[in-house]
């Protein structure tokens, strides 16, 4: 039995609304492609009412790496994502939907990649999608427009799969929809980004939870707003501090050290 603390090397997110029919065998694939990595799944119940809650209870009670976390009132996909991250404990964080469309045997060469030390995002690149149309289309309008708006080096930004560092995501300013821009906000962070091919597959049971109004025109209005934000962003900037030896006067070996009542000592 791990420690409640233990730290993995890898949270796996999962956003999930009413996907009972799906989880059970997408944890099942992911205990298996992860089988040689430390890491902890955690799920993040946005309301559901299919009985998605009652299934993680009984499958965290015999499942010591995931850790269930429950919304009263569906907050949307982007505040879980955001809330898992902050609750993580690994280094590194995986996403993938939870409708099992996400092949989780991807995300071993995600992290391998996303390890080389040289980027803070590693993105999935769904090569053949297997959405219906109207997904596909506004999917290929809304690529476009903003990769010619945010030039965020990302052919796939709504790839579910992506790999990045904990500590660059906490950082970033959360908004509502902000999954979608992940790439382009890490990048106005300072961060590197690559994409990887992934596999892509058809959704196994329910229904998706995007049309056409909820997933292009509110990301073409959200656009702008990640516009404004890297216009606003003056990162990376150079900051050197100086060092604490040249803090300290010279001769006083007691000069800033505080005694145990909390004072500051004098010589």
Same mark, same amino acid.
């Not at 694939?29 to 998605?52: F, M, N, P, Q, Y």
């Not at 609750?87 to 092949?103: E, K, M, S």
């Not at 970033?172 to 821009?181: E, I, K, Q």
């Given at each position: 039995?791990?420690?409640?603390?233990?730290?993995?090397?890898?949270?796996?997110?999962?956003?999930?609304?009413?996907?009972?029919?799906?989880?059970?065998?997408l944890l099942?694939?992911?205990? $298996?492609?992860?089988?040689?990595?430390?890491?902890?799944?955690? =799920?993040?119940?946005?309301?559901?009412?299919?009985?998605?809650?009652?299934? *993680?209870?009984? +499958?965290?009670?015999?499942?010591?790496? *995931?850790? &269930?976390?429950?919304?009263?009132?569906?907050?949307?996909?982007?505040?879980?994502?955001?809330?898992?991250?902050?609750?993580?404990?690994?280094?590194?964080?995986?996403?993938?939907?939870?409708?099992?469309?996400?092949?989780?045997?991807?995300?071993?060469?995600?992290?391998?990649?996303?390890?080389?030390?040289?980027?803070?995002?590693?993105?999935?690149?769904?090569?053949?999608r297997r959405?219906?149309?109207?997904?596909? =289309?506004?999917? +290929?309008?809304?690529?476009?427009? +903003?990769?010619?708006?945010?030039?965020?080096?990302?052919?796939?930004?709504?790839?579910?799969?992506?790999?990045? $560092? +904990?500590?660059? !995501?906490?950082?970033? &300013?959360? !908004?509502?929809?902000?999954?979608? !821009?992940?790439?382009? *906000?890490? $990048?106005?962070?300072?961060?590197?980004?690559?994409?990887?091919?992934?596999?892509?597959?058809?959704?196994?049971?329910?229904?998706?939870?995007?049309?056409?109004?909820?997933?292009?025109?509110?990301?073409?209005?959200?656009?702008? @707003?990640v516009m404004?934000?890297?216009?606003?962003?003056?990162?990376?900037?150079?900051?050197?501090?100086?060092?604490?030896?040249?803090?300290?006067?010279?001769?006083?070996?007691?000069?800033?050290?505080?005694?145990?009542? @909390?004072?500051?000592?004098?010589?």
């Amino acid at each position: 039995m791990r420690s409640p603390l233990h730290s993995p090397l890898l949270s796996i997110l999962i956003p999930a609304k009413d996907e009972a029919g799906n989880l059970p065998g997408l944890l099942d694939e992911i205990e $298996r492609a992860l089988a040689d990595i430390d890491h902890e799944v955690i =799920v993040v119940d946005d309301a559901s009412t299919d009985g998605t809650w009652d299934l *993680l209870e009984r +499958r965290a009670a015999r499942s010591p790496r *995931l850790r &269930p976390m429950r919304h009263a009132l569906s907050a949307g996909q982007s505040t879980s994502v955001w809330q898992a991250a902050r609750a993580a404990r690994g280094v590194w964080l995986g996403t993938l939907d939870g409708d099992g469309q996400n092949d989780p045997a991807d995300l071993p060469r995600l992290f391998e990649r996303a390890r080389r030390g040289d980027v803070a995002l590693v993105a999935g690149h769904r090569i053949n999608r297997r959405d219906d149309w109207i997904k596909r =289309v506004s999917s +290929r309008v809304a690529n476009r427009v +903003r990769s010619a708006l945010l030039n965020d080096a990302t052919p796939d930004t709504g790839c579910g799969l992506k790999v990045v $560092r +904990r500590n660059a !995501f906490v950082s970033l &300013p959360y !908004f509502d929809h902000m999954h979608r !821009f992940l790439p382009a *906000l890490i $990048r106005a962070q300072g961060g590197r980004c690559v994409s990887v091919p992934v596999n892509h597959r058809p959704r196994g049971a329910g229904e998706s939870h995007y049309g056409l109004n909820n997933r292009l025109w509110v990301g073409l209005v959200d656009m702008v @707003g990640v516009m404004w934000l890297r216009r606003r962003s003056r990162l990376p900037a150079a900051c050197v501090e100086l060092p604490e030896a040249m803090t300290t006067p010279s001769g006083d070996a007691t000069a800033g050290q505080r005694r145990p009542d @909390g004072e500051e000592a004098t010589s």
